[in-house]
């Protein structure tokens, strides 16, 4: 059968940075808002940024540094995606989740998710995280529209566990030995770049999600289309328009997710270690 237009575009990239990747790694994590700063705490044994692959994405937003760190959390081969692309930028959906397909052709088995969201319930605080235990993707595009890649997946990939439960008990296990409180609910991607209006925040509400973001539910759904598991958590930087009467500002999406980092990177650097 004819490769797809996707197929190609992850070989080709694969095959350009083939020689610089210095190991199969085991688990891919993709760094959201407060987590980045995970790429400088681990031993890295190699760097590609996202403008020296061929026909990448490349991001665009403050704060998203742009590229692959590769190391090793424990014995565990990692490798970091350090800033994402979002559907806000313009990039298509093919280029949005792009990065988790390439990630997956270079071996990773499980992907870890994190993102920076806004949250749906008056008691969680800024800096409060959240398990995703199931998500909404109903106001993107889905990023399996057009030929099916049959090398990564079926056409109709089944939905019903999105996030691994082995996986989603290990980071709730580590968050207890932690002493970490680790909320949990279900994630809900709108486009963006806006920030929702107080009636859509309502209308998520009753549709039963727990926190909102421009990010994370695509990438997870290319990622259990190509067979991997999954898991991942959100950062509640703010509360959502509507619960509070503050306006919202991506300066207090960042400052939020700055004070969450140390928990935020703790949680998911000793959670790894124990998915491989």
């Known amino acids: 059968m004819e490769k797809t237009k996707a197929e190609i575009r992850v070989g ?12 199969v790694p085991r688990i891919a994590v993709v760094l959201g808002s407060g987590l980045g700063g995970l790429a400088d705490e681990i031993g890295q044994e190699a760097v590609i940024r996202y403008e020296e692959i061929p026909d990448f994405p490349v991001s665009t937003v403050q704060g998203h540094q742009g590229r692959f760190v590769f190391g090793r959390i424990g014995d565990i081969p990692v490798v970091l995606m350090q800033g994402r692309v979002h559907y806000y930028e ?56 057009g030929p099916n890649a049959e090398t990564f997946g079926t056409r109709f990939p089944d939905m019903s566990y999105i996030y691994d439960p082995e996986l989603q008990e290990i980071l709730r296990s580590t968050a207890k030995e932690s002493g970490i409180t680790l909320y949990e609910g279900v994630y809900l991607q709108a486009s963006g770049p806006q ?27 290319a990622a259990v289309h190509a067979g991997m598991r999954v898991c991942g958590v959100s950062c509640i930087c703010n509360p959502a328009a509507g619960i509070s009467d503050r306006p919202l500002s991506h300066r207090e999406v960042q ?17 790894i270690m124990k998915m491989a």
């Open 90 to 145: 313009g990039y298509s959906m093919e280029d949005v989740v792009l990065p988790v397909r390439l990630m997956k052709k270079m071996g990773a088995e499980i992907l870890v998710l994190s993102n920076a969201s806004g949250g749906l319930h008056k008691e969680w605080g800024a800096g409060a995280l959240m398990m995703m235990t199931d998500q909404i993707s109903s106001f993107v595009p889905s990023p399996l529209i």
């Open 12 to 23: 080709q990239c694969l095959e350009a940075i083939r020689d610089r990747i210095p190991f």
């Open 255 to 271: 400052e939020a997710a700055d004070a969450a980092g140390p928990l935020f990177r703790q949680l998911i650097r000793n959670s």
């Open 195 to 221: 920030y929702e209006s107080p009636a859509e925040i309502r209308m998520f509400r009753i549709l039963g999600a727990d926190a909102v973001g421009m990010s994370t539910t695509v990438e997870a759904i």
